[in-house]
């Protein structure tokens, strides 16, 4: 548990020597450059030292912040340590699939005609009952869509499809959610289409303009909840990313002038500690775009997936820390940034170990807590990066 990092002076040693060779290693098949040597020495020496026992949901209240995590209904129901320590540690929780239309085998849209709440109903009653704020994760994407949908949704009828899923869905939960992600992952530069819309099929059915159609639904639907934006590729100081981060602040430029009813933008966070090319202030300065236009930013979705770190644990869960406290460093420093959601709060359960293993099939530590639901150096981070986080 790692409740101080008082190492004894054995031990700093060991970790020091191993560390080192671990570089080496890692150097050597990384070929690595001296400027991500001294990183990663750096990464080894830094001290993520806490004060005081207050949990995350403590410390992020204590700014002005919400701190949550995504859940999935079946490791919530079966595993009751998890739950205690969701209850323990988080103000939010969100459904990493239940409010999608289509996944699993107790989907929300089994039938063009059917809704099943049963599930998502369990997980806003476990939210409320243990007074967490609740978000709704997402009511418009290209991704986990029903089996059903292509051959039944068309140009004709994608509207009412559209319409009738946000007004059913938002007004069941009206006036319960905190916030909802109401359109996620539009923009993919990748594909060419003007603006670098991604060429989803509500694009493809509906035009652009399904954007703020979803928006003006939703806000109809539940006036008190957050309508939010959610993207994904906008960490980094690479090509892909700026071209991305652009595009998307268009699009909430776009969306803003023309009086859409959308008041945050999500950012997912899902970032990679084999990833150098962080440039703080070009972060720094997106955020600070994004909030000029008078939104709200929450990090929506942030893990640190880790495929190419060397195997020693302590090396990486080192390097994994130093990547939250580096990010939420950046991010807290703006006003605008009122929630911080993980998604997943262990090791146990996040979608990396199914869809981002590592080449050396050891188990993923992208998360707060191990799979043993014990505190690692991530924990220490992200408590760090609330505790220096200016007050809102
Ligand atoms: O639980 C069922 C299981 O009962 C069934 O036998 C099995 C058969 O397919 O499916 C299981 O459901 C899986 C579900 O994750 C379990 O959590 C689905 O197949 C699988 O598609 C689903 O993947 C989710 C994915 O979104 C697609 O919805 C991931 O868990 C989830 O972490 C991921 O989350 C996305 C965000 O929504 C958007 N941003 C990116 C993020 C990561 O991809």
Same mark, same amino acid.
């Given at each position: 548990m790692y409740k101080h990092i008082f190492m004894s002076r054995r031990h700093a040693l060991w970790l020091g020597f191993g560390t080192l060779a671990s570089i080496g290693a890692f150097a050597k098949n990384k070929v690595m450059s001296g400027e991500n040597q001294t990183q990663v020495l750096e990464t080894v020496k830094r001290d993520f030292r806490v004060v005081g026992k207050a949990s995350l949901k403590e410390r992020a209240a204590a700014k002005g912040l919400i701190y949550g995590v995504a859940i999935r209904s079946h490791n919530l129901l079966s595993d009751q340590k998890l739950a205690a320590l969701i209850a323990q540690e988080c103000g939010m929780i969100v459904p990493e699939w239940e409010l999608k239309w289509h996944v699993g085998n107790k989907p929300l849209r089994p039938q063009p005609d059917a809704f099943d709440?049963?599930?998502?109903?369990?997980?806003?009653?476990?939210?409320?009952?243990?007074?967490?704020?609740?978000?709704?994760?997402?009511?418009?994407?290209?991704?986990?869509?029903?089996?059903?949908?292509?051959? *039944?949704?068309?140009?004709?009828?994608a509207e009412q499809f559209l319409t009738q899923h946000i007004k059913t869905v938002v007004k069941r939960y009206a006036g319960k959610m905190h916030s909802w992600d109401v359109v996620n992952e539009a923009?993919?530069?990748?594909?060419?289409?003007?603006?670098?819309?991604?060429? *989803? =099929?509500?694009?493809?059915?509906?035009?652009?303009?399904?954007?703020?159609?979803?928006?003006?639904? &939703?806000?109809?639907a539940d006036p008190k909840a957050l309508l939010v934006y959610n993207d994904y590729g906008l960490d980094y100081d690479t090509p892909q990313h700026e071209a991305k981060r652009t595009a998307v602040l268009k699009l909430l430029e776009r969306l803003k002038s023309q009086g859409t009813p959308?008041?945050?933008?999500?950012?997912? @966070?899902?970032?990679?500690?084999?990833?150098?090319?962080?440039? =703080?202030?070009?972060?720094?300065?997106?955020?600070?775009?994004?909030? /000029?236009?008078?939104?709200?930013?929450?990090?929506?979705?942030?893990?640190?997936?880790?495929?190419?770190? =060397?195997?020693?644990?302590? $090396?990486?869960?080192?390097?994994?820390?130093?990547?939250? +406290?580096?990010?939420?460093?950046?991010?807290? /420093? +703006? =006003?605008?940034?009122?929630?911080?959601?993980?998604?997943?709060?262990?090791?146990?359960?996040?979608?990396?170990?199914?869809?981002?293993?590592?080449? /050396?099939?050891?188990? $993923?530590?992208?998360?707060?807590? /191990? @799979?043993?639901?014990?505190?690692?150096?991530?924990?220490?981070?992200?408590?760090?990066?609330?505790? *220096? &986080?200016?007050?809102?």
């Open positions: 709440f049963s599930v998502a109903d369990r997980m806003v009653k476990f939210g409320r009952n243990h007074g967490m704020l609740v978000r709704g994760h997402t009511l418009v994407w290209h991704e986990s869509l029903p089996p059903w949908f292509q051959e *039944t949704v068309n140009r004709q009828n923009i993919e530069v990748d594909d060419g289409k003007p603006h670098g819309m991604r060429s *989803t =099929p509500w694009w493809e059915l509906l035009g652009p303009n399904y954007i703020d159609l979803a928006f003006r639904v &939703a806000a109809d959308i008041h945050a933008f999500g950012t997912q @966070a899902h970032l990679s500690a084999d990833e150098s090319r962080f440039h =703080p202030r070009k972060l720094r300065k997106f955020f600070s775009d994004v909030a /000029d236009l008078g939104l709200k930013i929450i990090i929506t979705e942030m893990d640190v997936k880790e495929q190419k770190l =060397p195997a020693d644990i302590q $090396v990486r869960d080192r390097t994994i820390a130093a990547v939250y +406290e580096d990010y939420l460093s950046t991010a807290l /420093d +703006e =006003p605008a940034v009122i929630a911080v959601l993980t998604w997943g709060l262990s090791d146990r359960y996040t979608w990396l170990s199914e869809f981002r293993p590592r080449p /050396d099939r050891l188990p $993923v530590r992208p998360l707060p807590f /191990d @799979a043993g639901m014990n505190r690692k150096l991530a924990w220490n981070a992200i408590a760090r990066a609330f505790d *220096t &986080a200016p007050k809102r």
